[in-house]
């Protein structure tokens, strides 16, 4: 692509407030990849849904307040999402009401258009737990460039995935994020066998990926492509709470690649993009 241009990059999925005990955050592993990637310089949209409420009224004033481009729909049936997350020495547990806004989301003429503008798109599981939202994730990403970055955060969340759902997630990616405990978690799913560094490069081969990613919490993460790897360890800081790490870290190394950085710059500038979410307090936080 152009690295002169400002990339376009686009989550698709869950929109909601992560009910902390300091306060409602807006969040949404989808919307918080593309926060942190607007931040550093991408264009940046939400595909989504909210409700006919003060909560759905709310949410889409932050995302205006953060320069973030919506197609997000009003639906009347369904509460705009929230979050339970009880935060124990800074890291999170979560409960996710079911029954709300982002499990109806619909496929429309506008949000086709953007995803056919997409230089990466982020989507993960838990937004297919609900088959309407399913069917539209779906048919965007069927619409998605077929050079643009297609990024699968696995994230694992309480009961809202099947080995089907993510062999089929993983066949329409060409990025795969997923941390140590769900590598070992998935195995046996994907047949795996060798180290860790073997068993990332049998997935990153078997689908056909330009990139892995691999953390590993507090400790490290790995970057994965073909004959490259790079290896950083983790920053140590005085944690708020970890919530959003993990999408920030994703946001800004895909809006470094799209800007023209090599894997190591890339995966430095995500690493230390993290390091700086765990010290603030929600998954926006800012400079």
Known sequence: MDTNKRPVVVGIGELLWDMLPGGKRAGGAPVNFVFHASQLGAEGYAISAVGCDPLGDEILGELDQNGIGYCVERVADYPTGTVEVHL????PTYRIVEGVAWDHIPLSVRSKEIISRADAVCFGTLAMRNPNSRHTLMALLDNTRPN?????DINIRQHY???ELIDQLLAKANVFKLNDEELDMFKPMFGLSGDEDACCRQILQRYNLRYLVLT???RYSKIFA??????????HVEVVDTVGAGDSFSGAFVASILQGKSLAEAHRCAVDRAAFVCTRAGAWPKE
Do not use: H, Q, W, Y
């Open 88 to 91: 124990k020495d800074g890291i």
């Open 148 to 152: 643009a970055l297609r990024f699968f």
């Open 161 to 163: 995935f099947s080995e």
């Open 216 to 218: 590993a919490g507090s």
């Open 226 to 235: 073909e004959g490259e790897m790079s290896v950083l360890p983790t920053p």
